[in-house]
């Protein structure tokens, strides 16, 4: 998976490749889909929810230029696997779960894999963690219709958030950087992610 998915498409980092190698993808996902674990694409988790392609983890992951010293604010925890890869490469991760049933599975899969740098709360993401805040980086695992203001609020200067933005059907990969005179908005692609839900976000289920 990591030679022919990550590394001949474009991913440089190494800690980001070696995390990759590390977590087992395929036990995040349904025993019965266990055999398409490492395909590069999407597979379901339950509750509408989907386990993201290995490719976007990784572009995701590197694109936040993590050092190991970080603390990491995920948005939308699902089955946990982008969790673990941001535990993987070290700090402090803060993941955020509206849908109750996925946070505890993937809270107890973390546990069980040996995860203990990472806590997983039950809330709308979309808010963030105000109390955990500010943070050096930000992963956004659905699409938004805009950036939330909150997010970018809870960012340290210099700190990095990563969010699709678009519409219901796809979306732009943004990476926003925060500096002492604003935003800076870079466009790393194009990209297609289940709905963000929240007060930020897209509203309904």
């Known amino acids: 998976m990591v030679e022919e998915?990550?590394?001949?498409?474009?991913?440089?980092?190494?800690?980001?490749?070696?995390?990759?190698?590390?977590?087992?993808?395929?036990?995040?996902?349904?025993?019965?889909?266990?055999?398409?674990?490492?395909?590069?694409?999407?597979?379901?988790?339950?509750?509408?929810?989907t386990i993201s392609q290995p490719y976007m983890v990784a572009l995701m992951t590197e694109a936040l230029q993590l050092t190991g010293k970080e603390k990491v604010l995920e948005i939308g925890a699902g089955s946990g696997y982008q969790t673990a890869i941001l535990a993987e490469l070290g700090g402090k991760v803060f993941?955020?779960?509206?849908?109750?049933?996925?946070?505890?599975?993937?809270?107890?899969?973390?546990?069980?894999?040996?995860?203990?740098?990472f806590e997983i709360k039950i809330f709308d993401g979309t808010y963030g963690w105000v109390?955990?805040?500010p943070f050096d980086a930000i992963i956004v695992t659905a699409g938004a219709p805009d950036i939330p203001q909150p997010l970018i609020d809870q960012l340290t200067?210099?700190?990095?958030?990563?969010?699709?933005?678009?519409?219901?059907?796809?979306?732009?990969?943004?990476?926003?950087?925060?500096?002492?005179?604003?935003?800076?908005?870079?466009?790393?692609?194009?990209c297609r992610f289940v709905k963000l839900i929240g007060r930020y976000g897209w509203e309904g289920e």
């Open 131 to 133: 109390e955990e805040g």
């Open 5 to 49: 998915q990550i590394i001949s498409r474009g991913i440089r980092d190494s800690e980001v490749i070696e995390a990759m190698k590390k977590v087992p993808r395929h036990l995040f996902v349904e025993e019965a889909l266990q055999s398409q674990g490492y395909s590069d694409h999407p597979l379901p988790i339950g509750e509408k929810q």
């Open 95 to 117: 993941s955020i779960e509206r849908i109750r049933s996925l946070a505890i599975r993937a809270r107890k899969l973390l546990y069980e894999l040996g995860y203990f740098n």
């Open 157 to 190: 200067i210099g700190g990095r958030l990563v969010i699709p933005v678009g519409d219901a059907f796809v979306q732009d990969l943004i990476r926003v950087t925060k500096t002492g005179e604003g935003i800076k908005r870079e466009d790393l692609g194009g």
